[in-house]
């Protein structure tokens, strides 16, 4: 058994071993393997034969194992691996074998192996491309809505949750045809549609337990695959907020494109929180005017029109909110001279890295920041022998360098009566001025790595009641009232604008 070889033969969990001569053929090959597995029936599987240094290499027919059976021998390979795999559509009744031998000699070129006869469409793409499916961690919300009389502990609040879920993961949206604290009542999308699809769920608050459950549930989507779509899911800022909260506080310079890619990958969801209307931006717009007008009466006329046209939600936004701290035509403050934000500015430049974080992020990057500014500045201090700042003294000095040659002529008692030049420097420029205003110590926020539930005799400082608006965080600075805006002019197509030779787009006329 020179030219003999091992063949492990491997189906499922199961494996065999066939001793393989160069002489069998390979309908021999294909009838030792029907034997092997009693359920296997001729037609329904394919081959491939793994030699050392050539992994799965086809095997479908006569001339596929004469290739691989000369390359075993000249390699001198004594064993190889046959992995048996079934068909998608499981075994075709019309199937054959035909030998590749044959079928060349007659030039047909139509070698069938072990597929089924033209008779049956079998789909071959699983058996040559292994894709394993990527287990989302929005998997566990496949069956968070189950069946009627199912019960909601959290009350309505876990049952929307739930219901969110429940939609992202299966790709369908549902419109509110109720939502109410006891009663909320669901519909998918495509209802009011040609499709007129039955999927529709309704939940209500139980008065005696307190606890919400399902009390109708039609869980049959018709209206078909084509209607899914991830774009168009329930992805609240809520929702994605709980999601993502412990990544944040492990990473929190990562960006917000970043957590959107991060919610495509792992939960199938695109994460775009919805574009903002047209009426939200009006309203926007009619807040900003007001809050910039610069006299009384107009900011009257501003303030109620956006209360007309805001209606219930605005009017309680303002109930509570003092007009000298949001419009700076009731400002109590100075309203003349230069209106200017550059120490704002400066300030901004210097956190530009930080202010996209979170605010308790921010609030302790600014706090650290601070903190190690003020310790290098009282270090300096310490080193100083002088009474005035070292900046001010070289001012003095070239002062002095200046005036030496000036001719000095009485006018007053208080002329050349040689008094140190320190006492002429105001207290704010002394070293000592200096040294007190960085003595203090900042110290960290002792709820920055606190839970939010806290007790209520706890002496700490819980965050902040408020909510983000809408949209990305503006980036460039609102001007200020009165202040005049350079206008550029462009060189090559002679408009005013925010362009230049260099940026601009705009199509010439020749």
């Known amino acids: 058994m020179a030219n003999a070889m091992v063949l492990l033969c491997k189906r499922g969990n199961s494996t065999c071993g066939i001793l393989f001569c160069r002489d069998m053929t390979f309908q021999l090959l ?3 393997l029907l034997g092997k597995w009693n359920d296997l029936i001729e037609g329904s599987f394919s081959l491939s034969l793994s030699l050392r240094g050539h992994p ?17 021998v000249a390699l001198e390979i004594s064993s190889g691996d046959v992995v048996v795999r079934d068909l998608a559509g499981g075994s075709c009744s019309d199937s054959t074998v035909v030998d590749a031998s044959s079928s060349s000699s007659k030039g047909s070129g139509g070698e069938v192996g072990l597929l089924c006869a033209a008779t049956t469409e079998v789909d071959l793409l699983p058996t040559f491309i292994h894709h394993e499916t990527k ?5 566990p919300w496949v069956d968070v809505l189950r069946e009627v009389g199912q019960v909601f502990v959290g009350g309505v609040v876990s ?7 429940y939609s992202l993961y299966h790709g369908f949206k549902f419109d509110y045809v109720r939502n109410y604290a006891q009663t909320v009542k669901a519909n998918c999308s495509q209802r009011l549609t040609n499709r007129n699809c039955l999927w529709s769920i309704k939940a209500k608050l139980e008065r005696h337990s307190g606890y919400f459950w399902i009390k109708e549930f039609n869980n049959v989507h018709t209206c078909g695959s084509d209607a899914l779509s991830s774009s168009r899911s329930r992805a609240s800022s809520r929702l994605i907020g709980r999601l993502i909260s412990d990544e944040i506080r492990v990473t929190p310079s990562k960006r917000p494109f970043e957590y959107l890619q991060d919610m495509k990958m792992d ?6 929180g919805g574009m903002e209307t047209k009426r939200k931006k009006h ?3 009619l807040f900003g005017l007001c809050a910039y007008v610069p006299t009384v009466s107009q900011f009257d006329a501003l303030l109620t029109q956006l209360k007309e046209e805001g209606r219930d939600r605005v009017q309680c936004f303002l109930q509570n909110l003092s007009k000298e701290h949001w419009c700076h035509a009731h400002f109590p403050g100075k309203r003349y001279s230069e209106l200017t934000s550059n120490i704002v500015e400066c300030f901004n430049s210097w956190i530009r890295k930080e202010r996209r974080l979170p605010i308790r992020d921010l609030v302790d990057k600014i706090r ?11 270090d300096l201090a310490m080193k100083w022998k002088c009474d005035v700042c070292p900046e001010m003294d070289r001012r003095i000095t070239q002062l002095f360098k200046e005036s030496r040659a000036w001719t000095v002529k009485k006018s007053s008692d208080g002329k050349h009566i040689g008094k140190n030049l320190k006492e002429y420097v105001d207290r704010y420029y002394l070293v000592d001025s200096y040294r007190e205003a960085y003595s203090k110590s900042i110290n960290p926020i002792p709820t920055i790595s606190k839970a939010d539930f806290v007790a209520e005799n706890d002496n700490v400082l819980l965050s902040p009641l408020c909510k983000r608006p809408p949209g990305r965080p503006r980036t460039e600075r609102i001007p200020l009232t009165g202040v005049q805006v350079r206008k550029v002019k462009c060189g090559r197509c002679g408009k005013t604008g925010h362009h230049n030779r260099a940026t601009c787009t705009e199509p010439l006329v020749g």
């Open 159 to 165: 049952f929307r949750d739930s219901l969110c879920k």
């Open 368 to 378: 650290i920041k601070v903190m190690e500014k003020m310790s290098v500045r009282r």
């Open 30 to 32: 294909v009838k030792k």
């Open 283 to 285: 309203l926007l717009n």
């Open 56 to 72: 799965n290499c086809f095997l479908d027919s006569q001339d596929d194992l004469d290739v691989l059976v000369t390359l075993a």
């Open 267 to 272: 939960f199938g969801v695109d994460a775009l």
């Open 135 to 139: 287990v989302l961690k929005s998997a």
